[in-house]
Nanobody
């Protein structure tokens, strides 16, 4: 069974940092491009960052220079290091795995940035 389990969300003051983790089932992690998306209240889900199996990364302009996505293939885990957080980063953050055919989602983890 495919599973994506996020952790690491919480409440942080503006300017602070958080690191999100997403543990994936082994069956999909090794062959998936992994990504993070977020959804703020009243807004559509938006893409944040992705990392390929070859560790090529891409970022949304809104987070470029502040967020870093990485993956540990031995642990089947993808991370999102978030620095210099802003109130507008407040959202539920979702882990995503794309195999090229199928897309899988985690249950989400709340990140709240206070001003």
């Amino acid at each position: 069974q495919v599973q994506l389990v996020e952790s690491g969300g919480g409440l942080v003051q503006a300017g602070g940092s958080l690191r999100l983790s997403c543990a994936a089932s082994r069956t999909i992690f090794s062959r998936s491009t992994m990504g993070w998306y977020r959804q703020a209240p009243g807004k559509q889900r938006e893409w944040v960052a992705t990392i390929t199996g070859g560790r090529n990364t891409n970022y949304a302009n809104s987070v470029k220079g502040r967020f870093t996505i990485s993956r540990d293939n031995a642990k089947n885990t993808v991370y999102l290091q978030m620095n210099s957080l802003k109130p507008e980063d407040t959202a539920v953050y979702y882990c995503n795995a794309f195999t090229g055919v199928y897309t899988y989602w985690g249950q989400g983890t709340q990140v709240t940035v206070s001003s």
